[in-house]
Every structure is written in C-alpha cells, then in structure tokens.
C-alpha cells in the first residue's frame, strides 16, 4: 500500500469518530411516505468491471445497497466495513460502482480497481465498471437514484465518494446515507 493510502487509511477512524461525536457530515434520507417508482427498478442494468451485462432482475426480493467508491478517498477503509456487512447481513447484496467524479480519488482501470479491493479489503461483492455518478453524463443506475422522476422521490446525487443507496426487497428507493455514515451504522 502506498505511503498517501497507508495515511488515508489511519486518519479514518478519526474522521469517522468526529462525524459522530458532531453530527457533521452524516446526512440520512428517507422515503418516509413509501412512495413507488415511476420506473421499475428492475428494469436496470449495469456492467460488472469484467464486462458482463447485469440485470438488476437478478436482485428481486433482496435488498440492494449501492455505492459510489474510490481507492484514494479519506473514506477507502469503508471498502473492509462493506465486506463485513455483505458477509453478515442476510438477503441483502452491495453493488461498487467506482467512480472518478470527486478530486480523481479513482484514478485506476477496472483491472487495478479490482485489484486493490481484493487484495487490500478482501472484497467479494460485485464491482462495476468505473463510470460517472454524478452529471450528465451519469451512468444509467446514477440517473434512477438521483432522479424523482424515475426512483419516485429523491434527486440527491452524490456530494463525495461512499455515498450510499439502500433499495428494498421491492425495488424501492428506501434511503440514502451520505458518505459519513459508516456501513455497519445502517440500518436494514
């Protein structure tokens, strides 16, 4: 691990413990009113970081986390709490889509994405192909969870990496949890 990830890693907790201690930065969106989507959840795909076409079909009656990553955030180390919660929590899978949109914290190729999860976090969870997430140029799943019109009420785009999507066994946008809200802090 580089010497600037070795520094990001160990300034994480700290970071983390701060957020909780003020409140500052952890935002918390919620569909309160259960509103459906105008369009069907299930109806998305995606392509993982090998090239293969998914079908969110493919994720009915599960719950679906999904997050905006990057390699040289001050939020990487939520790569092992990600782990940990796919490994633990039932009928629930995470999605990784990588991004680049926020200071180039993800300068790497799909392949080095890849890599560095394994390898570093040991993560096993599907991990997209590297795209924006923010824009107009945002990739298709980006524009249904950050667009009213299609995912029935919320228009929050990411504001950093490791913002997280939580979709529920019905293909409803559930909440959203800003980038400080650590992965083992939501509740399913």
Known sequence: MSLKRKIITSLYPLQMKL??????????????????????????????????EISFEKFKNQKVLIVNLAS?????????????LYEQAENLVILGFPANNFGKQEPGSDDEISNFCKINYGVTFPLFKKDDVTGKEKQPVYQWLSDKNKNGWNDI??????????????????????????????NL
């Open 19 to 52: 957020s909780k201690l003020t409140g500052m930065g952890i935002n918390i969106y919620e569909n309160k009113d259960n509103v459906q989507p105008p369009q069907d959840f299930y109806s998305l795909k995606a392509t993982l970081n090998n090239g293969e």
């Open 157 to 186: 785009e990411p504001e950093w990496n490791f913002y997280k999507y939580l979709v529920d066994e019905n293909g409803n946008l559930q909440k959203v949890f800003s980038s400080s809200v650590s992965p083992m802090d939501i």
């Open 72 to 84: 040289l955030c001050g939020y990487t180390p939520q790569y092992e709490e990600l782990q940990k």
